[in-house]
């Protein structure tokens, strides 16, 4: 089992034919694997949407444009799904304010007509209740799982705190992140009914201690491990984004699209599935190429 960075090259070319065409960029890049991939959905995450000004590297009035670039992208490589992997909006000063921009998100990203999910993140949560933020998103609940052309997806919530209370009105420090003992019976008994391989979904990390981790990450990975069916974790949380692998899953936390003023710092991904279970992340504008083969 060996995981590469693709070459800066292949990362280069798929961002500048974009500029052009969209579709001609993917095959292109697509044109170098040696597999035709079962699955292809596309991937954002950390977009921290606001009407506020501008703070240190992150420019929030620019985040719905480039979610619109980013949309308008898996529309045209006519993808089946997108995902979102949390912290969809920032902090305001009432919870109107984050209600307002938690819909303004949720109209630019639904407006694909693409089957949308999103995954719970702290900031998805600091003024407005877990029950707020499942409205304005049409979910069901903030721990789910779906299948997928062939596949099975889990999307965990890891916004409680450790004496188990759902973050929301302000009530939380983004460091307490856990996932609690209901949650992971939950997880256990999903993942054991399964006839598919699984991809996991979740905002913070579950590969790498606190701050950025979660706090009871080793227990969270070991169920995961133990399944045998987890093909690959992907993450969001830490902006600048990472790829590590653990007992043989590998981990990918995308870069944030926040970070960075105008189209160019935007960053979106694909994810690609081979046959073979190889993983393949295509990065566009600032997210970097990974991939995680199986030989
Ligand atoms: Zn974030």
Redesign the pocket.
Known sequence: MKQTQIGRRAILQGSVLLLSSGLAASREVRGSAEQTPSLRLGLV??I?HADKPTAGTRFYRDSLGKLEEARDFFVREKLPCVIEL??TI?SANTLAAEQDYLRQFWKTFAASGIDRRCVL???CVSALTKAEFLEITQQAKTFDSFDLGGFHFVLLDACYRKDGADYGRNNFEWTDANIPPHELDWLRSDLDRTMNKTIVLV?QRLDVPPPYGIQNAAEVRKILQDSGKVLAVLQ????PGDYREQNGIPYFTLS?M?EGSGPDNSAYAVLEVFPDDSIRLLGFRKQKGFEHRRA
């Open positions: 995450t950390d921290h949390g912290d920032d993140g702290n900031h905002h969001g949380h830490y902006h944030a926040i």
